[in-house]
């Protein structure tokens, strides 16, 4: 099961003293908007997307079909064959992409920890 470009999302304070302290460790602005109240951090392969009044906790996760920058990969698991296979393994699902639509769509499953995965696909 190929999952794709792996980050870590942040509920966030204020948005302005996370972009700060993470550049203080060499992370630099990816993506997103500071007057939308997020931005995805880069270093290297690492991200850290930084999310303020978006949801309560932290989130990891996972993006079929793009690379760490955000690219397009060739070849990936499309979402829904992720999600068949999650519940084949009996893993419930806390939201589900619609299995008869192609192309953009997410799903999200919690870990034994109450830990957010979120699987969301944007191609």
């Known amino acids: 099961m190929k999952l794709g470009a792996f980050s870590v999302s942040l509920s966030v304070k ?14 630099t602005a990816f993506a997103g908007d500071m007057e939308k109240n997020y931005l995805i951090m880069k270093n290297g392969n690492a991200l850290v997307g930084l999310f303020q009044g978006m949801f309560p906790n932290n989130i990891l996760t996972f993006n079929p079909g793009w690379d760490e920058n955000a ?12 999600q068949k296979e999650l519940k084949s393994k009996g893993i ?14 997410s799903l999200v499953v919690t870990d034994p920890d109450g830990n957010a995965i979120l699987i969301d696909q944007h191609v």
């Open 14 to 27: 204020d948005l302005k003293a996370s972009k700060d302290f993470y550049e203080a460790l060499g992370f």
């Open 71 to 82: 690219q397009k990969l060739e070849s990936f698991d499309d979402v829904r064959a992720i």
């Open 92 to 105: 419930e699902l806390q939201s589900a992409a619609d299995e008869n639509t192609s192309g953009p769509a």
